[in-house]
């Protein structure tokens, strides 16, 4: 059945509704789930102040900023490893398929948890000789993310996200994210991300339920050709969430343990732009990066603008020209720091992809066949033209 515009605009409006519902519902029921949804695996991102949104994208990023896929002009695989805080690990593949030059497709498979944990049945004395029973627990996440470039020099990007838990009971959760960039500029963007626009929620096999409300974030990164230096500088910002009330400070930890005393949503990072705009700028990510014509690059960001203990640096390089490797290191002031390696993979990308099935190409030209002289009849012998 043909769809007319305003008919394509009133169900998206109805879709959006819905979701929009679906999300407010969320916010007044109970918030604190699916946080492993949040966790980056990229050390390309990580080693930049983990300010994911605003830094050039790769394949390990799509689950947290799906428009990113759209800076890799190809195909692409990524492996990442991450040794987390005590002793917990995040292990990571995932890939992206150039569909043509507008359109990626990608998909992301994360494992977070712990293995080794002792433990000692019920009813069964101490262990002797440290013969400890031993148990682990993960969480499994399978992201994946659809991106186009769209008119008007806009980028559209969706993710979905499922999310499988082993704890001391199973579960299962959700969440939808939305994000859009604008590129008025080839080296300037401003970009959005609403995150959990269908609700963010999750169930356990006890028939408990638990609710994230959205959470909007904003970002904006440049990147500048520095020729002197043989390569290309990138800058980013991302504000912490935008819409929701809650903790947005990277060291509530630290300043629980120092004062007790601290109550209000300024104290705790928890003020929205509106209520504290110089906190809720403070508590941004920013992220630099200088990336060498030979393949090599630099890391350094704050992952709160206004706590220099939230440095992180990292560093990467190239093999063959298409396989990076990447490693970065994560501070926290209360834990031990965070350790990641990833490595990507494009050996496409020198190839040239197909245009979309919207663009007109021109036909290839024909060979045009050579046009026969005409013949002209010989006269008789012994006769001139004047005869």
């Known amino acids: ?106 998909a992301l498979v994360m494992r977070y948890g712990a293995d080794g944990i002792p433990y000692i049945k019920e009813g069964e004395p101490l262990p002797v000789d440290d013969e400890w029973n031993t148990l682990s627990i993960a969480d499994y996440v399978l992201s994946i993310a659809v991106a186009r470039k769209l008119p008007l020099k806009l980028e559209a990007a969706l993710a979905l996200h499922f999310l499988y838990r082993e704890l001391d009971q199973v579960g299962a959760g959700f969440r939808g994210d939305a994000m859009l960039r604008f590129r008025p500029v080839d080296r300037w963007f401003l970009g959005a991300k609403l995150e959990g626009w269908t609700s963010s929620r999750t169930y356990w096999a006890s028939g408990y339920e638990e609710y994230s409300p959205a959470e909007l974030y904003w970002a904006t990164g440049y990147r500048q050709s520095v020729p002197y230096l043989y390569g290309e500088v990138s800058l980013g910002y991302q504000s912490p969430g935008t819409i929701s009330p809650g903790n947005r400070s990277f060291s509530v930890a630290d300043s629980w343990l120092s004062d007790t005393s601290l109550t209000s949503k300024s104290d705790l990072g928890g003020g929205r732009p509106w209520e504290a705009p110089l906190t809720w700028l403070g508590e941004g990510s920013l992220g630099a990066e200088l990336r060498f014509d030979w393949g090599g690059a630099v890391r350094l960001g704050l992952q709160s603008a206004k706590d220099f203990d939230s440095w992180s640096v990292g560093g990467g390089f190239k093999v063959l020209r298409w396989i990076s490797i990447d490693y970065s290191f994560a501070r926290q002031p209360r834990f031990s720091g965070i350790h990641r390696v990833s490595m990507e993979f494009e050996p496409w990308a020198n190839k040239k992809l197909p245009p979309p099935p919207s663009a007109t190409t021109p036909p290839p030209p024909q060979p045009v066949e050579p046009v026969p002289a005409p013949e002209i009849a010989e006269e008789p012998a012994g006769k001139t033209w004047e005869e």
């Open 1 to 106: 059945m043909k769809m007319y515009p305003f008919q394509k605009y009133l169900l998206s409006l109805l879709i959006f509704c819905l979701c929009w519902g679906s999300m407010v519902h969320a916010a007044e029921s109970v918030v604190g789930a699916n946080s492993t949804l949040g966790l980056s695996p990229s050390a390309v991102s990580a080693g930049a102040g983990d300010a994911v949104l605003a830094m050039p994208g790769s394949a390990l990023t799509l689950g947290l900023s799906p428009v990113g896929m759209l800076d890799r002009k190809s195909h692409g695989l990524g492996l990442s490893h991450t040794e987390h805080l005590d002793g917990t690990r995040l292990d990571a593949i995932s890939g992206i398929f150039a569909l043509d030059s507008f359109t990626r497709l990608g």
